[in-house]
């Protein structure tokens, strides 16, 4: 069965140092990927579309990869601020523009 | 920048009663979806809506589910008969033409089922 697996349920890291978070993915052929922050009672909001033809994606601080050998994605946020802290999903789409998530991870972000 | 917009934010009902939730997507897009958040776990995918009619549906989306648009900008999700189980934050998302577009998101409604 499909099954996407996001690297643990929490990450701690400093102020200013780069996050990255992982989503791999099992049984499953995307169209492309999606990440989105959620906060706690809000709907997700999205941050970056990588398409399955695509190796990388920026978009200020933010760096996705998109890697369908080994079907992973990495989330990397540099300079990373308090208000950073979030849960961030991973959501990967198919060719009927459906989306799966993963379960998502908690990043906190320390001063 | 255009959003989604959900009604009810909050829905508290009793078992059995029937619920509408509401949506506005943004204007121009075709895609609509429904999603929930079972509190704690992670975000599923109901049904997707497209050209006036249900394009793909899980399983969690049983007879008890409908969606319709009833006019240009409402989307709703109504369910007939609520369970306990049925408590959640559903979302409502829409998209533009083109598959490769991404979701946006609205602020979700909160269902309590008592």
């Known amino acids: 069965s499909q099954k996407i697996e996001q690297n643990s349920e929490a990450l701690n890291i400093q102020e200013g140092k780069t996050a990255t978070l992982t989503c791999n993915y099992t049984n499953y052929s995307p169209a492309y990927l999606q990440w989105y922050r959620q906060d706690p009672g809000r709907g997700p909001v999205f941050l970056l579309l990588i398409r399955e033809n695509e190796k990388e994606k920026r978009k200020e601080r933010l760096k996705v990869t998109f890697d369908t050998t080994l079907k992973q994605s990495l989330f990397h946020i540099t300079a990373s601020q308090p208000a950073d802290s979030a849960t961030y999903l991973c959501?990967?789409?198919?060719?009927?523009?459906?989306?799966?998530f993963g379960d998502g991870t908690t990043l906190t972000v320390k001063p | 920048e255009p959003e989604v917009t959900q009604t009810p934010s909050h829905q508290v009902t009793q078992m059995g009663q029937e619920v509408i939730l509401r949506c506005v997507p943004i204007?121009?897009?075709?895609?609509f979806y429904w999603y929930r958040q079972i509190l704690g776990q992670k975000v599923e995918f109901l049904v997707s809506?497209?050209?006036?009619?249900?394009?793909?549906k899980s399983e969690i989306f049983d007879d008890q589910f409908s969606v319709e648009r009833p006019d240009g900008s409402n989307f709703t999700l109504k369910i007939r008969s609520t369970k306990l189980e049925d408590s959640a934050m559903y979302f409502c998302a829409s998209k533009e033409q083109g598959i490769q577009e991404t979701q946006y998101f609205g602020p979700g409604t909160r269902l309590l089922v008592l």
């Open positions: 809506f497209y050209n006036n009619e249900i394009s793909e």
């Open positions: 959501a990967l789409g198919d060719n009927a523009g459906k989306s799966t």
């Open positions: 204007s121009n897009h075709l895609y």
